[in-house]
């Protein structure tokens, strides 16, 4: 044999009997087969075997029986992207002439998707309002499929009262998609919304996470998760998956697997930074409201209480339940945009960025024009500013945030 032909057909055995923390990682886009009635028979659906990398390796397989025992799922796809998950649940589950519900506070870039790709394809949406049933309940049309879900919605953190909406969306035969990515698996679990109450349980049909922010939890990996525990739903989205050409990197999911073992720790830790944050700045003379729902007065948050710190009582909630490390304060009005921009600029320790879920704190301030098309009423008047914290101190956090504000305040 040449050289190139023993250097490339080498006699490799992977090791057995090493068991370590972390799994092996395993990256191919070939993957070998024994003999032509093998290439024939193998499966990838059910995950009896591997036929193609773009069809699932050692290493995404396992990711995914991670994640569903993560959320409480039973089937999962892998995607590049949070947003590449919810657009594949829609592109799996929907098609033209079906109609879509998204909740008003929904993760933005998901309404734009609506907006642009799924109208392109015949698929209509509109918008309702979360904290509202019969908002919900006006909005479903004959043509309606699909409803989709947020816990808490994105940016404005109102609570919605996701059970009475998953079982009003139920009754009207329609499927249930939850973007997941806020609870994590961790606040609440999606596949069995209110635990012990019936025999089976009131779950969504389909679950998705942006692994970008927790599971991740670096700041540097994208990707998502479309779960379900619908074999029909769970057929739909493999086949989709597929014919779209959807697929993630080996390293990457390494990665994810590799911050897994901690993400109950991170996110614990970051909630409880986020909740001294707000209990610390709440009454500062420029906050005009605080939006987290675990915060008495902030939109939805006996509907977190419920759902997220079930059992506890009004008064002790705020040091109960389970909340992912995200608050927004909206600021007085009588500030310039300006202002509050020179505010985000002057941090220190939040630096200026999209996302969340990772090691530092970012701070982004919204504009209402970019979140809805009208203020609610329930949202005070005044400039809203997004905070993700991260592992720091929190009392370094807070000192970062007091003396911003502080440079704000007028003599
Ligand atoms: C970040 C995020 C997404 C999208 O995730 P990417 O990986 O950034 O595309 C979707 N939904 C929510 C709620 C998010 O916060």
Known sequence: MGRNTDLIQHPYQPPAEFEAPQPGVYKASTVFFPNVAAMRQRDWKNKSGYTYGLHGTPTTFLLEERLCTLEGGLHAVLVPSGLAAIAQANLALLQAGD??????????????????????????????????????????????????????????????????????AQSRGLITALDNTWGAGLAFNPFDLVPGTAQTPLSVDVSVHALTKYPSGGGDVLMGSVMTRRDDLAQALKLSHMRLGLGVAGNDAEAILRALPSIAMRYDRQDQTARAMVQALHDHPLVRQVLHPAWPDSPGHAHWRSLCAPGSMPETAWQQGRAAGLFSLILDPSLSSAEVDAFCDGLKLHRLGYSWGGPMSLVVPYAWGALRTQRPAHLHDGHLVRFSTGLEDAQDLIDDLRSGLDALRRP
């Open 99 to 168: 109609h879509v519900l998204i909740p008003a506070n929904a993760y933005g870039p998901g309404k734009v998707l609506a907006q642009g790709e799924l109208n392109r394809f015949g698929i209509t949406h509109s918008f309702y309002d979360p904290l509202s049933l019969p908002s919900l309940e006006q909005a479903i049309t004959p043509a309606t499929r699909m409803v989709w879900l947020e816990a808490p919605g994105s940016v404005t953190m109102e609570f919605p009262d996701l059970p009475a909406l998953v079982r009003l």
